[in-house]
């Protein structure tokens, strides 16, 4: 490795996950993805330094390094901070130049993005306080059924029907799944009905900001296959998905305005 | 950890102290020197909440020092309660009204108005020594017990708490009720129905909607507004001229004429010559009704607007103003986003249509009075058909040379809720200005989640 390469780094602390992506020269070098813990400043930096292990790098060899996610708030090791909307937006179009619409549907919170072919938000909107159909939702959902958050989508795959779900409210919907259990409902059924459920919730955010293609998933949601298929049947549309870890697509986006924002700073030129 | 209080520096004293008085409503006078003797001394003590330095106000460690103005707002804003304590000590009557509405036929029939929001200002001024958290703790458990005690959820219902618990001494609750928001009209409703029924109650029936044009209306809302004065000189037991009412009107359009004046001095500036917490609470005393003492607001406005005269003719740029901000104009009732760290995110906020409305109507000097008055009440612009808010807002987006819109409704604000997305959509369409609607719960802290939609549509920008 030469010293005189350019490394630059994105750290995405979220509400359930931290993570880091190191860019050498424009492309992705390292990256680093752990639970987030109740500090935010240690979760980002342990993200990191997992990213600058697997690089071989050291902290200083960062050029520069953007925080995004809600720890960005407190993340002393970044030069600057940005929200994951902008980010998201970044790394979209840093994977797939063609996206124009992005669902991100992420630990507490889900977003509709609309972006230009710079990867520039031109509309956004995102679900209310309320961390109804968010990742959190299925991580208690998957508490329920006893089931592995990563096997939730594969069983409303494999439904027979689709039970309607009169609450969205994460804390209302764990009873009204536990009363459908004792009324007899087949559990992936009942998945499959909380899965279209929080799919329409999407849809509704769509109809402010608008669908134009391609429509990319990104979020540690994205991971569920039977959430892209029930976004894909309520918006009528085909998801691309990113060619790696969906939840590292807030910390690609971070790590590529890094490189931006050095470059506009004069701390390197390309 | 421990709290750090922000302290007005000595530096700035010597201009202060050459700043004009403020005069009162009951003729008396506070000089400068013991406004800033309050400001350095006494307030830090009463009110430490209000002089913390963190992230909700900031984390500045300073506020527009040199902006006198700004300094005599915040005088005021510290010594409400006492203000209205000592009102009702000396037999000052006091009513409890609608956000939103001007306050001429009150100051006619020499009662203090109080909006919800004031309300809960006078109640938080009560308790003296509280840090941020504790101040916020205490309105949470009004508005906490209010929910249950209402038994539905609204934005604004302290006013309707404090009367009931007996906290304030509000001698009437005379509301224009049914204009602009819902939650007044619920809080008026549980009222009639409370426990405590010694505070008289009495409705100023505004017309449904849209009915500017039809005289009958006018004539119906001139009939209320009589009736309204005369349940007020039922409790003051005064009598209440028409030339009384003429003359508050006369006051209060100088405040409006002000208010007015001073805004559009302000978005004349190349460079914003406040921030944004600054230029609200300037314009803001245009209704004259913000301090609950009319001549108060009308003397820090008129040295107000001499000021940022100053500041435009020489290109000074506002407190922590950053160079190029994007300008935000901000819609909806009783709502606003955190000025400091819009500001730190690049963004200023140059507008909001919320008190702007009535603040930019003046009422007919000529005449009727209570016609005059009724007939540019049912012409607020906040208070008309969606089209004809909508494009009265594009009009004031186009004067504040705003480079976007964020639609804000509170939790529970069921009106305003509902009118957000088709006045937005007009916006967009009519101007192609970025727009975003965001729901904000009323009166918290914990705004992160809030923060982080407003960032992220500034970094749109």
């Given at each position: 490795m030469?010293?005189?390469?350019?490394?630059?780094?994105?750290?995405?602390?979220?509400?359930?996950?931290?993570?880091?992506?190191?860019?050498?020269?424009?492309?992705?070098?390292?990256?680093?993805?752990?639970?987030?813990?109740?500090?935010?400043?240690?979760?980002?930096?342990?993200?990191?330094?997992l990213a600058?292990?697997?690089a071989?790098?050291?902290?200083?060899?960062l050029?520069?390094?953007?925080?995004?996610?809600y720890g960005?708030?407190?993340?002393p090791?970044?030069?600057?901070?940005?929200?994951e909307?902008?980010?998201?937006?970044?790394?979209?179009?840093?994977?797939?130049?063609?996206?124009?619409?992005?669902?991100d549907?992420?630990?507490?919170?889900?977003?509709?993005?609309?972006?230009?072919?710079?990867?520039?938000v031109?509309?956004?909107?995102?679900?209310?306080?309320?961390?109804?159909?968010?990742?959190?939702f299925?991580e208690?959902?998957a508490?329920?059924?006893?089931?592995?958050?990563?096997?939730?989508?594969?069983?409303?795959?494999?439904?027979?029907?689709?039970?309607?779900?009169?609450?969205?409210?994460?804390?209302?919907?764990?009873?009204?799944?536990?009363?459908?259990?004792?009324?007899?409902?087949?559990?992936?059924n009942?998945?499959?009905?909380?899965?279209?459920?929080?799919a329409?919730?999407?849809?509704?955010?769509?109809?402010?900001?608008?669908?134009?293609?391609?429509?990319f998933?990104?979020?540690?949601?994205?991971?569920?296959?039977?959430m892209?298929?029930?976004?894909?049947?309520?918006?009528?549309?085909?998801?691309?998905?990113?060619?790696?870890?969906?939840?590292?697509?807030?910390?690609l986006?971070?790590?590529?305005?890094?490189?931006?924002?050095?470059?506009k700073?004069?701390?390197?030129?390309? | 950890?421990?709290?750090?209080?922000?302290?007005?520096?000595?530096?700035?004293?010597?201009?202060?102290?050459?700043?004009d008085?403020?005069?009162?409503?009951?003729?008396?006078?506070?000089?400068?020197?013991e406004?800033?003797?309050?400001?350095?001394?006494?307030?830090?003590?009463?009110?430490?909440?209000?002089?913390e330095v963190?992230?909700?106000q900031?984390?500045?460690?300073?506020?527009d020092?040199?902006?006198?103005?700004?300094?005599?707002?915040h005088?005021?804003?510290?010594?409400?309660?006492?203000?209205?304590?000592?009102?009702?000590?000396?037999g000052?009557?006091?009513?409890?009204?609608?956000?939103?509405?001007?306050?001429?036929?009150?100051?006619?029939?020499?009662?203090?108005?109080?909006?919800?929001?004031?309300v809960?200002?006078?109640?938080?001024?009560?308790?003296?020594?509280?840090?941020?958290n504790?101040?916020?703790?205490?309105?949470?458990?009004?508005?906490?017990?209010?929910?249950?005690?209402m038994?539905f959820?609204?934005?604004q219902?302290?006013?309707?708490?404090?009367?009931?618990?007996?906290?304030?001494?509000?001698?009437?609750?005379?509301?224009?009720?049914?204009?602009?928001c819902?939650?007044?009209?619920y809080?008026?409703?549980?009222?009639?129905?409370?426990?405590?029924?010694?505070?008289k109650?009495?409705?100023v029936d505004?017309?449904?909607?849209?009915?500017?044009?039809?005289?009958?209306a006018?004539?119906?809302?001139?009939?209320?507004?009589?009736r309204?004065?005369?349940?007020?000189?039922?409790?003051?037991g005064r009598?209440?001229?028409e030339?009384?009412v003429?003359?508050?009107?006369?006051?209060h359009?100088?405040?409006?004429?002000?208010?007015?004046?001073?805004?559009?001095?302000?978005?004349?500036?190349?460079?914003?010559?406040?921030?944004?917490?600054d230029?609200?609470?300037?314009?803001?005393?245009?209704?004259?009704?913000?301090?609950?003492?009319?001549q108060?607001?009308?003397?820090?406005l008129?040295?107000?607007?001499?000021?940022?005269?100053?500041?435009?003719?020489?290109?000074?740029?506002?407190?922590?103003?950053?160079?190029?901000?994007?300008?935000?104009?901000?819609?909806?009732?009783?709502?606003?986003?955190n000025?400091?760290?819009?500001?730190?995110?690049?963004a200023?906020?140059?507008?909001?249509?919320?008190?702007?409305?009535?603040?930019?109507?003046?009422?007919?000097?000529?005449?009727?009075?209570?016609?005059?008055?009724?007939?540019t009440?049912?012409?607020?612009p906040?208070?008309?058909?969606?089209?004809?808010?909508?494009?009265?807002?594009?009009?004031?987006?186009?004067?504040?040379?705003?480079?976007?819109?964020?639609?804000?409704?509170?939790?529970?604000?069921?009106?305003?809720?509902?009118?957000?997305?088709p006045?937005?959509?007009?916006?967009?369409?009519e101007?192609?200005?970025?727009?975003?609607i965001?729901?904000?719960?009323?009166g918290?802290?914990q705004?992160?989640?809030?923060?982080?939609?407003?960032?992220?549509?500034?970094?749109?920008?």
């Amino acid at each position: 490795m030469s010293l005189s390469e350019n490394f630059f780094a994105g750290v995405d602390v979220g509400s359930l996950a931290a993570k880091a992506v190191i860019l050498k020269d424009g492309e992705i070098f390292a990256t680093g993805l752990l639970k987030s813990g109740v500090n935010s400043v240690e979760s980002g930096l342990s993200a990191l330094n997992l990213a600058l292990d697997a690089a071989g790098l050291k902290k200083e060899d960062l050029t520069y390094i953007v925080g995004t996610g809600y720890g960005r708030v407190s993340a002393p090791y970044a030069n600057k901070a940005v929200t994951e909307i902008t980010c998201h937006a970044k790394g979209a179009n840093y994977l797939h130049p063609t996206v124009r619409t992005i669902i991100d549907m992420g630990g507490q919170d889900c977003k509709a993005i609309r972006i230009d072919e710079n990867g520039a938000v031109v509309d956004f909107a995102m679900n209310d306080k309320c961390a109804a159909g968010t990742g959190r939702f299925l991580e208690v959902m998957a508490e329920v059924f006893k089931v592995k958050l990563e096997d939730l989508g594969a069983i409303a795959l494999s439904a027979t029907d689709t039970v309607p779900m009169s609450s969205t409210c994460t804390v209302f919907a764990e009873s009204e799944t536990i009363s459908l259990i004792a009324r007899g409902e087949k559990p992936e059924n009942i998945l499959n009905g909380i899965h279209h459920s929080i799919a329409n919730r999407i849809a509704g955010l769509f109809s402010r900001v608008g669908i134009t293609s391609d429509v990319f998933f990104s979020g540690g949601v994205a991971k569920n296959s039977g959430m892209k298929s029930a976004i894909e049947q309520a918006l009528k549309v085909t998801i691309v998905r990113p060619e790696i870890d969906p939840q590292l697509i807030g910390a690609l986006g971070a790590a590529v305005l890094a490189r931006s924002f050095a470059k506009k700073e004069g701390l390197w030129a390309a | 950890m421990g709290t750090q209080l922000f302290r007005y520096s000595e530096d700035n004293k010597e201009k202060f102290l050459e700043s004009d008085n403020i005069t009162f409503n009951d003729g008396s006078v506070v000089t400068p020197e013991e406004i800033w003797h309050y400001l350095t001394v006494e307030g830090p003590e009463k009110y430490p909440g209000s002089f913390e330095v963190n992230l909700y106000q900031g984390n500045r460690a300073s506020r527009d020092e040199t902006l006198p103005t700004s300094l005599k707002t915040h005088y005021l804003g510290l010594t409400f309660s006492d203000r209205m304590e000592k009102a009702k000590d000396r037999g000052k009557s006091i009513a409890f009204i609608q956000g939103g509405q001007a306050v001429d036929p009150y100051t006619a029939a020499d009662t203090i108005a109080l909006r919800p929001g004031l309300v809960n200002q006078w109640y938080g001024g009560l308790e003296h020594g509280n840090d941020i958290n504790k101040a916020n703790l205490r309105r949470r458990k009004s508005k906490e017990k209010a929910f249950h005690d209402m038994s539905f959820e609204a934005c604004q219902t302290g006013g309707y708490e404090h009367v009931q618990e007996g906290d304030l001494r509000i001698d009437v609750i005379a509301p224009y009720t049914v204009l602009r928001c819902s939650d007044v009209s619920y809080g008026v409703e549980a009222h009639r129905h409370g426990p405590k029924k010694d505070v008289k109650l009495f409705n100023v029936d505004y017309p449904l909607r849209y009915q500017a044009d039809k005289p009958w209306a006018i004539e119906y809302f001139a009939q209320n507004l009589r009736r309204l004065v005369g349940t007020l000189d039922e409790v003051t037991g005064r009598v209440t001229t028409e030339e009384d009412v003429t003359k508050a009107i006369q006051l209060h359009n100088e405040g409006r004429r002000l208010g007015t004046e001073l805004a559009e001095l302000w978005w004349s500036a190349d460079v914003p010559p406040t921030n944004s917490a600054d230029r609200a609470s300037l314009v803001a005393l245009g209704n004259l009704e913000v301090h609950g003492d009319v001549q108060a607001s009308l003397s820090v406005l008129k040295e107000a607007k001499k000021f940022i005269a100053e500041r435009v003719r020489n290109g000074v740029k506002g407190h922590a103003v950053i160079d190029n901000p994007k300008r935000i104009f901000i819609l909806g009732s009783c709502v606003g986003i955190n000025g400091s760290r819009s500001e730190d995110a690049g963004a200023i906020v140059v507008g909001r249509d919320d008190q702007w409305s009535h603040c930019t109507s003046l009422v007919e000097e000529e005449g009727d009075p209570y016609y005059n008055l009724a007939k540019t009440t049912l012409e607020y612009p906040y208070e008309q058909s969606i089209e004809k808010r909508a494009h009265w807002t594009i009009e004031q987006i186009r004067k504040s040379r705003a480079d976007g819109v964020i639609f804000i409704h509170n939790w529970g604000c069921n009106t305003q809720a509902a009118v957000a997305r088709p006045i937005v959509d007009i916006i967009k369409r009519e101007t192609g200005i970025p727009t975003y609607i965001h729901e904000l719960e009323l009166g918290g802290l914990q705004h992160e989640q809030e923060q982080n939609r407003v960032n992220a549509f500034i970094e749109m920008l």
